[in-house]
Structure formats: structure tokens, C-alpha cells
């Protein structure tokens, strides 16, 4: 029989959705290690009171469309329906509705409860209380999902009657909400769930030492110093979780089959598959940022077979070996027929410089007419037939006589994912090369050696380092690798030592300032662009001599191969905004924009550190004296209890053994978590904004292991193709824009936290990570021509967005609602460092992605307007008006009357306005006069406002609480400075640098600094 995709018991979506129910129903029966129920609360007021578990599905539920979650029970009793909790229920008209039902607590309790919901449809968010709890939104989530379970604190509860509220929207526009299925359970537990502090460490040690890395780097580079070069962290990238997975140049590979975007594909034949695992041994780890090696036991024809499939990120395809059993048998196929020809032995030594004897074998295989990938087969040690059966082809590789060698099988294709055409006339292995060679004059044998050397080396061993420049403005990023030869000789055709395909890209679609020794290009097409190399120097001969080989004939498996290449650093500005007069109705509207801030730490990260907090910090000076009170006194009281208190859950790869922390997710196919990156990424930007504008640095110095933490997602998912961390720990994609947004600022947010507390290495690693997370952030805006000349794109009206495993990428429509569109520059509210970035590297390719939406949405700043069907986010909320407002406002689209105009037709629709005060703030900014603070260093930034004068002249005024003098404050002018005062005393000269229209400023005096500047 065939199988399509093989995975171990633990890993099967049924068995891994019961496993799960089971480990939230054990969390929930707490009572099994600690006496409930059943056991007297200490000290409950004096009073010996019993607190038990409570099944939830035993007792009276009410729904309500009406009524708010925080309604109180005497309202819920009288104005809701009574319902069955395991119930559908249509939403109607609705937006959302209410489930409801009471705790009877006899009295105070000293414990916090677990709530174990089974099943939801629906996006929920749960309320104790009128307290938030808990809530949960994505897709996949009904049939067999995750249970949700929330923890309510103890001093949520109230002595007697507690109302239990669940609100529920449609998942993505879904009418349908309720609860599905039990477990339904409250139970009391003594303290909360809480994250293990275990080290975050590879599983195996790597194979390449770091001596070994270092020395081959000082020989490639004469710029370079140990003291200088960082490694990037251990990861998985893409490879974490499942078995399969998809290549940049291989829609995918698993234990039993390669496919491409089109045929042929190869499946091992196969009866029944006993045990995949990964394989690992003290040189290889099995699994890492850049390969896994899977090994299969199986049985075939009643043969027993152990066989380890090998792929690797560089790799077109993948290479198999036979460690068990007389052969292996591929079933290779086609869209109707197949062409499949064995390459004469004669022409392959000629080509390769086989020896003598050698058992190598070459096979080609194509469509015989239309669409394909063309592949090769190479087979080394072992003997192959080839045969028609059944009208299909089959490959058979078996071992040779009494040979104690294993055989070897690669199959690659040469062209990656590149469409090639095929006429019907072809009737030979020269046939297929001649017709897709790229000139009607070149031998076939010559184009047959061009297309052998994008798979004749396999990388045995990879890893990458980098250093920063100096000043700061580009990080160098090596690769290394060791190869060896699919066949025992390679002749003299060397490597590929390949670019990520995003690096070349970005360099010559829209001149990204990417630095490169002199490339060339390789046949092979990726899902994310042409693949280049950089011409082949002399690798590093031997394990760690440091020297290099003077001889490129013979390839050592112990050469290692030292490449690299440089990327811009991302600007690292703040965007510090100063109130401007005369702007009351906006001003107004600023402020009554003030959302409600999270009073508990029972949230996700995502919400007690950045949703809405982050929003109001960036337009601080714009605040009403009572709203920066607020903001302030909130801030303080709760940020600290969430780094010291806050859950972080954590994780383990089973893969690679590599340890992860995360806040929140969303479920999605297989039931399993999507958008990790987000609420790290987010929660990470949100911490840094306020300790930045509060001046608090020793929350982050106290609590350094929780920002590890936060950052520690970004660090093991990180692939080497997207250039950014995976979204899930499948590595099924980067997510839509809104994942890569918040990636990208997560990583500066990291790396300025590091700085201001003076960890140089977290420092250099954030700048790293930010300036490999910029390319995606870019490239998305570029893509669209690429995608639709593969064809991986086939509706018109989509726009990419981001990028998927096997698939290319990830589209928003242009015909429906326009938030996937939008997420390309919205993270959940904009973040003014990705609009820096984009107007420093690619303000033509926003301006032209702007001019396509407004085209496809021409309605999309008006706050009435309905769609015709039901939408996430609530029409033309502020979660799709107000970040276009805002990037029209940055790239100068539109002027200070029409921004204005689009607040008010926008402001009809109020909902998720908490985005609102950036976008409001950058509006008010004087057009042709913008002034910001660009940095103001550990200082406390208590506001500031442009004053105007008469004659155009005007006074820009900013205070300070220079908390760790002294300190610089960084200001960009619009004109140079007339004059410079720290509280209305001139500031010494050599206290001022100047760069341009830069303004650098020494405070020396600790405390309270008014700066001055006249323009």
C-alpha cells in the first residue's frame, strides 16, 4: 500500500487533541495531589468552609445577546433566556452573545480556580466577576480542539453568589457560537500554573564547534575578531513537530514521499510503517535550524526495511540511505505520463570522474508533455533498475552482491520549483536536457553537469554567526557548512554556497543596500526567488586548521566552507511626539480614544503589556493631565506583578528537545497553535514602550530571565529561508502581515531593552535578529509580480502578505474584507519603527500598495459602511481605517485637510479605536515642521509641545527626569537650531553635537530637565 504521511501515535491531530483533554481534565482534578474537594480553605474568616470542584454542565446556564459579561446576577436572572450549556446557538443579528451562570462560594477563599472549558465555537472572552479571565480567538477550533482553561485568581471571588460569564463572536464570521462538549469544570486550586525555569539548551551539542566556526571565519575574513563573532542560538526553524515538511525549492518531504509544485513525485512502496522517529547520534543532532534526518522502519512485500531520509534548508530535495533490507522501491508519477531515463554509465563517469567499479547511477525523469519539475535520481553504492509497472515507473535500488555499503539515493530537482515545459518529442535523457537547456547550442552532457551540481553536495554540517559593524550600521552574517558528495567523486565541480533567496531578492528588485562578494546564479528556483551562490572560494581544509585548502580537486567531508554577506541594521529611532496647539477637536478626540487598561496580570502579555498601554505611551504628550495619571499609576502597579507574577507558559519541542515560552495563540488546522510570534512580539514592544517613556529600567534589570523568555520564540523558530521566526512550532508559516510586524519590532525591543541595561551580547543578537526580521517586513511589498510569474498566486485580486511552507505564500483578498490586506502594515495598531523602516528601504512599494487598496476599497475610511456579509473585525472599525490614516499620513499621500476629513468619516465607527492615539497624534504633527525625539536614553520623558512664535519662528519644549545621569536626548528639527537652553540656562557647547538636522543634548543634572530649543 501507499502512504501519504506518517507520523508517530503521540503525534496523530486525534490522539494529540485527546492527550491534551486529558492533561487540562488532570490540571482541573488538581484535588488529586492537594486535599480537594473536600478540604477546609485556611483561615476563611474565621469560618471552616469547603470548597469542592464544580461541574459546570450539571447546573442552570442563561443566554443573553443583551446584556454586558459584567451584568450582575439579579440582571442575568431577570433579563437573560435560560439554556442548556452544551448548546449552538445562532448568532441573528448579533454581534456576539453572552453565556452566563453562578458560583455559590460560602466564603472568602485563599485559592484561585482553574475553569476547563472542553469545546467552543466561537471567539470567546471570559469574564469572572466582570473581570476578565481569559479569551481565545482563531480558526479550527470546534471538533476535537484544545480545551481552553483560564485561572481566576482568589481575589476575583466573592463570598456568595459569582457570575461566570462567557462572550462569544463568530470565528471569522462564523453565526453560529456556544459550547461544544464537556469537560465544563471549575476547580480550586492552591496557586496557579506556572512556567518551570529550565534552561533553554540544544539537545545534542552542534557539529561544528565554535572553535571550529571561529578559526574558518578568521581565515574568510580579514575584517573579523573572535572577540566580535557571535552564533546564532540552537532552533528548529520549520522542521519542529511534524514529519514533513516543505523546502524553499520542495512543496514537501516526508517519511515515505517528495513532491514538488508538479510531477513526478516519489514514494517509497511501502505495506505498513512501524516507527518513525528522528535520528540523532553524538556528530548529528537530527534536527536543527537547517536539516532533519528522519529514519523509518517499515515493511515492503513482507521485507523488513529501516531507511533515513535526509533534508537540509540549501538542499533541493533529499537524500536516502538504506541501513536495512535488500531495497528500496520508488513509485514515481506524473500528472498522466512520465518520461524516465537512465543516464548512460559512460557519460556519468565522463562527467563526474567516477573510478572505476564504482556503483553510480544517474536517472532523469519529466512529464512527457506540459507542466513539470524535472527531478534526478543519483544512486550511489548500490545497484538500480529501473522498470515500468502497471503504468507506472519504479525505481529499485538495491544493495550490490555481499557490499557492507549502504545504498544511497538523492533526489533532487534541479530547477527547484521553476515551471519547465515539455513537448512530447523527447525520447532520451539528452531529449528532456536539451529541450530545457537555455540555448539550442549548449551540449546536453555540459547543461547534464550544471544540473548534477545543484545536488551532487549534501550539507553535512551548517551553522551561522555574525558580527555587527562597528558603527552600528550593518551586521555581517556568515554561513558555514561542511559537504559531502552524493557519490563517492565529484570531480572537480564545487558546492553552491547559497544566499537566502529573500537576500538576492531584496538587492536587485529594489536595490536593498544588501552587501555581497561577487554572486552567480543557480538554475534552482525557490518559493521565495532565484537562488544564488557565491563564487566558491577554498574552503578551510581539515576540522580546525585554520588554514586554507590550495586545492579545489579534492573535497574533503571535513572541509568547511566559510560564506557570507551583509545587512543594513534597521533604524533604531524612537518617535517621541510633541503636542501641538490649537488642535482641540483632535486632541479631544485623543483623549476620549483612551481605552480601558488591564487591571489584573491574568491576561496573556500581549494584552497587560501592550494592548492599549502601548497605544497611549506613544501619544503621551497629547494627554489630559488625568489620563497620563492613569496611564502612569496603572503602569507602575502593574507591570512589575506581571514580570515577577505573569504566566508564561512553557514548551518543549519534542524534536529537538529545545525549551520555549510563550503567552498566547490562536488554534488553527490540526488543532494546533498559530501566531506564538505575535503575542511574544508584541509583548516584548509593549514592555519596552513603557519602560522607555517611565525610565523604569530596573524592572528589566530585575527581570531579565522574563524578557529571555518573551524572546526566546524568536531565537529556536528562527528559519533560515524567511529570514524570521516561524509563527507555530510546526513551522507551517511567518503568518499574515500583522506575525511579521510584530516579529520584526519584538527583536528592537529586545535589543534596546539589552542596551539601556547593558547586556552587549543580547544587544548585538536583537540587531541581528531585527535586520534579518526587516527583509520580510520589506519584501511582502515585492513579491507580487514574482508570485504571479511561478503561478504561485492565482486570483488577481490577492495581495501577498506573508509566507507558507510548501505553498509560497500567504494572500489577502481584494474582494473581501480588507483586513488581510491591511495587517501588512498594521501589528494590532501601528508601530512607528516598521514605518521608518519602510520609508528608509521601500516608500515606492508602499505607495503603490496603498494606491491598490484605496482602488479595490474606495469605501475603506468610511465608519458607516456595511459589508454584505459578516466581518472579524466590526466593518471599517479602527482596525482598517486607522492604519491606512496613518500610513498616508507618514508617506505625505494625503494633506492636512484630507487626513482630517478621513478621521471624521472614519470616527462613525468607534469600535477598536484603542489603536487611535498614534494615528491622531501623527495627524496633528505640522506638516511641513515635524519634530520628534528620536532617543532620550534611561531618561523618564514627562512630555513636550511645539510652541509657535511670530515671524514662522517657533520654541520646541521637552521634559525630562534624568533619573541615571548623565544622558543624551536625541531631537530631529525640521530647520537648524537657533538656540539650546536646559531650564533656561544656555547648554555648553561641548554638550551639543549636531548631525545635519540631528540634535544630540548632554543632560548632566540629575532630576527635572526642561529642554529649549528656538527654531
Excluded at 5 to 12: C, D
Excluded at 342 to 364: D, I, M, R
Aim: glycine fraction near 8%; hydrophobic fraction near 40%.
Amino acid at each position: 500500500m501507499t502512504l501519504i504521511i506518517v507520523r508517530p501515535k503521540a503525534l496523530v491531530p486525534f490522539d494529540r487533541s485527546v492527550l491534551a483533554l486529558g492533561l487540562w481534565v488532570c490540571l482541573t482534578l488538581f484535588s488529586a495531589f492537594f486535599p480537594i474537594p473536600g478540604v477546609a480553605a485556611t483561615n476563611c474568616g474565621g469560618a471552616d468552609v469547603q470548597f469542592r470542584g464544580v461541574d459546570l454542565a450539571r447546573v442552570k446556564w442563561f443566554v443573553s445577546s443583551e446584556l454586558s459579561p459584567a451584568a450582575s446576577a439579579d440582571e442575568v436572572t431577570s433579563r437573560a433566556t435560560p439554556t442548556a450549556p452544551i448548546k449552538l446557538h445562532s448568532l441573528g443579528t448579533s454581534d456576539s452573545l453572552t453565556l452566563f451562570t453562578f458560583i455559590e462560594v460560602p466564603g472568602q477563599t485563599s485559592f484561585g480556580a482553574l475553569l476547563t472549558i472542553g469545546d467552543l465555537e466561537g471567539d470567546d472572552e471570559t469574564y469572572f466577576n466582570g473581570q476578565i479571565v481569559g479569551k481565545t480567538s482563531g480558526r479550527g477550533i470546534s471538533d476535537l480542539g484544545v480545551p481552553r482553561t483560564y485561572y481566576i485568581p482568589p481575589t476575583a471571588f466573592l463570598e456568595g453568589r459569582n457570575v461566570l460569564a462567557i462572550k462569544l463572536r463568530g470565528t471569522f464570521g462564523r453565526s453560529q457560537v456556544g459550547i461544544k462538549r464537556e469537560p465544563l469544570t471549575l476547580g480550586f486550586v492552591p496557586r496557579p500554573p506556572d512556567a518551570r525555569e529550565l534552561p533553554i539548551r540544544p539537545a545534542v551539542a552542534p557539529s561544528i564547534t565554535s572553535q571550529q566556526a571561529l578559526s574558518a571565519i578568521m581565515a574568510a575574513d580579514p575584517e573579523a575578531s573572535a572577540s566580535a563573532v557571535l552564533g546564532k542560538r540552537p532552533g528548529f526553524g520549520r522542521f519542529g513537530l511534524f514529519f514533513a515538511d516543505g523546502l524553499p525549492a520542495v512543496a514537501e518531504v516526508g517519511p515515505t514521499a517528495i513532491r514538488n509544485r508538479f510531477p513526478p513525485e516519489f514514494r517509497v512502496r511501502l505495506d505498513a510503517v512501524t516507527n518513525v522517529e528522528i535520528a540523532r547520534d553524538k556528530s548529528d543532532p537530527g534536527i536543527d535550524s537547517w536539516h532533519k534526518v528522519i529514519r523509518v522502519q517499515a515493511s515492503s512485500q513482507g521485507e523488513q526495511l529501516r531507511y533515513t531520509i535526509r533534508t537540509h534548508i540549501f538542499y533541493p530535495g533529499a537524500l536516502l540511505q538504506l541501513e536495512e533490507g535488500p531495497a528500496l522501491v520508488f513509485q514515481i508519477t506524473g500528472a498522466q505520463d512520465l518520461s524516465a531515463y537512465k543516464v548512460p554509465t559512460s557519460t556519468l563517469a565522463n562527467l563526474l570522474e567516477v573510478p572505476a567499479g564504482s556503483e553510480v547511477h544517474a536517472y532523469v525523469f519529466a512529464t512527457r508533455k506540459g507542466k513539470t519539475c524535472p527531478a534526478i535520481a543519483l544512486v550511489a553504492d548500490g545497484a538500480g533498475n529501473l522498470t515500468l509497472k502497471n503504468n507506472a515507473v519504479e525505481l529499485a535500488v538495491a544493495r550490490v552482491g555481499k557490499s557492507k555499503k549502504s545504498p544511497r539515493v538523492s533526489i533532487f530537482y534541479p530547477f527547484g520549483i521553476r515551471i519547465c515545459e515539455t513537448h512530447g518529442t523527447e525520447d532520451s535523457w539528452a531529449g528532456i536536457v536539451a529541450t530545457l537547456a537555455p540555448s539550442p547550442s549548449v551540449d546536453a552532457a555540459q547543461s547534464f553537469r550544471a544540473w548534477l551540481r545543484t545536488g551532487l553536495w549534501f550539507p553535512s554540517a551548517t551553522d551561522e554567526y555574525f558580527r555587527i559593524f562597528p558603527d552600528q550600521s550593518f551586521v555581517r552574517v556568515y554561513n558555514l557548512a561542511r559537504f559531502e558528495s552524493v557519490i563517492p567523486s565529484a570531480g572537480d565541480i564545487p558546492p553552491y554556497l547559497v544566499l537566502p533567496p529573500q537576500v538576492s531578492f531584496a538587492r536587485n528588485t529594489f536595490k536593498y543596500p544588501v552587501r555581497t562578494s561577487e554572486t552567480t546564479a543557480t538554475p534552482v528556483v525557490t518559493f521565495t526567488g532565484e537562488l544564488h551562490a557565491e563564487l566558491v572560494k577554498p574552503p578551510v581544509s581539515g576540522a580546525a586548521s585554520g588554514k586554507r585548502s590550495t586545492s579545489r580537486k579534492q573535497i574533503s567531508s571535513d572541509d568547511l566552507y566559510v560564506w557570507f554577506y551583509d545587512l543594513p541594521v534597521p533604524p533604531l529611532d524612537e518617535r517621541g511626539l510633541l503636542a501641538v496647539p490649537e488642535q482641540g477637536e483632535l486632541k479631544a478626540l485623543l483623549n476620549t480614544s483612551f481605552p480601558d487598561l488591564p487591571t489584573t496580570i491574568t491576561g496573556p502579555g500581549v494584552d497587560v503589556l501592550y494592548k492599549a498601554r502601548t497605544q497611549v505611551f506613544q501619544a503621551y504628550s497629547f494627554l489630559t493631565p488625568d489620563n497620563r495619571e492613569k496611564l502612569v499609576a496603572n503602569t507602575r502597579r502593574i507591570l512589575p506583578a506581571y514580570l515577577q507574577h505573569g504566566v508564561w507558559y512553557d514548551s518543549v519541542e519534542p524534536f529537538s528537545g529545545l525549551r520555549f515560552w510563550w503567552c498566547y495563540y490562536i488554534e488553527g488546522p490540526y488543532f494546533d497553535r498559530y501566531d506564538q510570534d505575535w503575542g511574544n512580539g508584541l509583548s516584548l514592544y509593549g514592555l519596552y514602550t513603557a519602560v522607555k517613556y517611565l525610565g523604569e529600567w530596573e524592572w528589566v534589570a530585575k527581570n531579565w530571565e522574563i524578557i529571555e523568555r518573551m524572546f526566546s520564540w524568536f531565537a529556536v523558530s528562527d528559519d533560515w529561508e524567511w529570514m524570521r521566526a516561524s509563527n507555530g512550532v510546526h513551522g507551517h508559516g511567518t503568518g499574515a502581515g500583522d506575525c511579521t510586524n510584530a516579529t520584526y519590532v519584538g527583536a528592537l525591543a529586545y535589543a534596546k531593552l539589552a542596551r539601556e541595561t547593558g547586556r552587549t551580547e543580547e544587544f548585538l543578537y536583537g540587531l541581528y535578529t531585527a535586520a534579518r526580521a526587516a527583509l520580510p517586513a520589506l519584501t511582502r511589498f515585492a513579491y507580487n509580480d514574482f508570485a504571479k510569474e511561478q503561478g504561485l498566486v492565482k486570483e488577481s485580486a490577492r495581495l501577498v502578505v506573508g509566507f507558507h511552507e510548501g505553498q509560497g505564500f500567504l494572500t489577502g483578498e481584494l474582494d473581501r474584507y480588507p483586513w488581510n490586506v491591511t495587517s501588512l502594515i498594521s501589528g494590532n495598531g501601528v508601530q512607528p519603527e516598521l514605518f521608518d523602516l519602510l520609508r528608509k528601504y521601500a516608500e515606492p512599494l508602499v505607495t503603490q500598495y496603498e494606491r491598490v487598496f484605496d482602488a479595490a476599497y474606495p469605501q475603506w475610511d468610511n465608519g458607516t459602511y456595511r459589508y454584505s456579509f459578516r466581518t472579524i473585525y466590526r466593518d471599517n472599525s479602527g482596525y482598517i481605517s486607522l492604519p491606512h490614516i496613518y500610513l498616508r499620513t507618514r508617506m505625505n499621500l494625503d494633506g492636512p485637510d484630507q487626513l482630517r476629513q478621513r478621521i471624521e468619516r472614519a470616527k462613525a465607527n468607534s469600535e477598536f479605536w484603542w489603536l487611535a492615539p498614534p494615528v491622531l497624534a501623527e495627524v496633528m504633527q505640522p506638516m511641513r515642521a515635524k519634530v520628534y525625539l528620536a532617543n532620550w536614553g534611561k531618561c523618564t520623558f514627562l512630555g513636550g509641545s511645539i510652541v509657535p512664535l511670530e515671524k514662522g519662528r517657533m520654541r520646541i519644549e521637552a521634559q525630562f527626569d534624568n533619573r541615571y545621569p548623565p544622558d543624551t536626548v536625541e531631537i530631529v528639527l525640521p530647520r537648524p537650531h537657533r538656540s539650546i537652553e536646559i531650564n533656561d540656562a544656555p547648554v555648553p557647547i561641548p554638550d551639543i553635537e549636531v548631525e545635519g538636522l540631528r540634535v544630540r543634548v548632554r543632560l548632566r543634572k540629575p532630576g527635572m530637565n526642561l529642554l529649549s530649543i528656538m527654531l
